[in-house]
């Protein structure tokens, strides 16, 4: 039996029935990244031996009658921009091409409290910038249900690692639909939680106030499960917030009877893929026909979403990332004489262009003279965009939409327009402005590949957004369809 291809609930039960052993799921993902991985490349580092370690140690607790966590003995992939301590932690960039972290980051932590076997850490766009996992500086990673296809991005590795069946589950970070984005194109649920219910201790910083860490999974049960495990207060963390984490995994009840679902219609905009239009319309059909109430919604300044989160993202960015100067780690030019010299040629070959090209949007948003103009005007219709969304949540318990307009693109097709790239986020930007929560599941295919349906909650509204998505997932089972490799 392949083990790997099940969900964490499906091989709790299996443990907790001692069918089989940690070790034996272990060794069935490291199998799997054996047989694929050459085509996928969804890894930067690999964690086999302290994985079956793991994995040896939960089933000692287990044949000695310990009563076991549902995340516990389950293969995990992280994200390379959350700190592990004594393992590789590069952002995918040259300029932490050999950073060790003295520490690890609190989710990671959480998991590891939790039983949780880590496998390794995933490739992603340097710094999380980017929709395609080509900003990677070490190799680009393939979207399993095509490989000459991209798996998208920001994290697609973690994306990519959970659809090909390389882990049982993953985290990623999502600033700007780096999470729910790859999750539509490889197939795969995705959580982007509310702003402040995930640590964001020991995740190196791209744009703080809005980057969020979630999981991958292969069902919204897993999803709802990590997300239990992962949310809470930290104190490490100041902008996370106090709030009572329920046991989201109850509230899967399947019934949507009476949810008053939103449409917005600047969602259903032209340039959208009319397959992708099409499957997100029979979704709605879909959660009418279950009870749902599907009315039509509106937020207003939708179309400033985009500029406005090229301005706050580079401007965080350009802040977040001066640290890395080539001093205390990460990379460092040997050979500048001086030290101003040191740090141009450091920053100038530890950074890529698209990380440099935001350092540069960035610094000039924030440079006096265009502050006002540009930084604190952005500020301003940031909350205008916050506040479309509190007028339609007093209607509707969730909105929906695409999660990104089209499927899956190809291998460079967009890797020289970087207005094309972004474009490819216009749905899922919003919501890390405006702090809320949203899930992308799938939602049918369009030549071979998978289409993303994308609910958005209110704030810690995550129970809301897996109740429908569950029920949605069940009664159509796309979610259950694999990538042939
Ligand atoms: N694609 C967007 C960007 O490049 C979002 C990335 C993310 O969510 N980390 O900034």
New binding site residues.
């Given amino acids: 039996m392949q083990l790997n291809s099940l969900t964490a609930h499906e091989l709790h039960d299996k443990l907790v029935n001692k069918e089989v052993s940690s070790v034996e799921i272990t060794e069935d993902v490291f199998k799997r990244i054996d047989q694929v991985d050459d085509k996928v490349k969804a890894f930067v580092t690999l964690t086999k031996e302290q994985a079956l370690a793991k994995a040896a140690e939960v089933d000692a607790r287990i044949s000695g009658g310990d009563k076991i966590g549902p995340l516990e003995g389950i293969p995990v992939v992280i994200k390379d921009n959350m700190c592990t301590e004594g393992v590789l932690t590069t952002c995918s960039s040259k300029m932490l091409h050999n950073f060790v972290p003295p520490y690890s980051a609190t989710v990671v932590e959480k998991l590891q409290a939790a039983g949780a076997v880590i496998v390794g850490k995933a490739n992603m766009?340097e710094f999380?910038?980017?929709?395609s996992t080509e900003n990677s500086r070490f190799f680009s990673t393939r979207n399993p249900w095509d490989t000459d296809c991209v798996p998208g991005?920001?994290s697609g590795g973690s994306a990519a690692s959970v659809a090909a069946d390389e882990t049982i589950y993953s985290l990623g970070?999502?600033?700007?639909?780096?999470i729910r984005q790859p999750a539509s194109f490889c197939g795969v649920v995705g959580l982007k939680p509310t702003y402040g219910t995930v640590s964001r201790y020991g995740l190196i910083a791209?744009a703080s106030s809005l980057d969020q860490i979630g999981p991958f999974a292969k069902d919204v049960r897993d999803c709802a499960q990590i997300f239990n495990v992962i949310a809470g207060h930290d104190p490490k963390d100041s902008t996370s917030a106090e709030f009572e984490v329920p046991d989201y995994t109850s509230i899967l009840t399947g019934d949507v009877k009476g949810l008053r679902i939103g449409i917005p219609k600047e969602y259903f905009i032209e340039g959208t893929d009319p397959k992708v239009l099409q499957l997100v319309q029979d979704a709605i059909n879909k959660f009418e026909a279950m009870g749902a109430v599907c009315e039509e919604a509106t937020l207003p300044h939708t179309e400033y979403a985009l500029p406005v989160y090229y301005l706050i993202?580079p401007a965080e960015a350009s802040s977040n990332l001066a640290r890395y100067d080539g001093v205390r780690y990460g990379y460092r030019d040997e050979t500048a004489e001086d030290m101003i010299t040191m740090f141009k040629r450091t920053r100038s070959e530890g950074f890529g262009t698209e990380v440099k090209r935001r350092i540069m949007l960035g610094t000039y948003a924030l440079s006096s003279g265009y502050y006002d103009a540009y930084y604190l005007k952005a500020l301003k219709v940031r909350t205008l965009i916050r506040q479309d969304f509190d007028r339609a949540f007093e209607k509707f318990d969730l909105l929906i939409s695409p999660t990104s307009p089209t499927p899956a693109f190809r291998f460079g097709e967009k890797a020289d327009d970087p207005i094309q790239m972004?474009l490819s986020?216009v749905f899922t930007i919003s919501l890390n402005l405006a702090g809320i929560p949203g899930i992308s599941i799938p939602c049918g295919f369009s030549n071979g590949l998978p289409v993303g349906l994308q609910l958005m909650g209110k704030p810690f509204g995550e129970g809301t957004l897996f109740k429908a998505a569950h029920a949605f997932e069940q009664s159509t089972g796309y979610y259950k369809m694999k990538p042939n490799l």
């Fill in positions: 766009d999380a910038m980017g929709s991005g920001s970070s999502d600033t700007g639909g780096s791209y993202a972004y986020d």
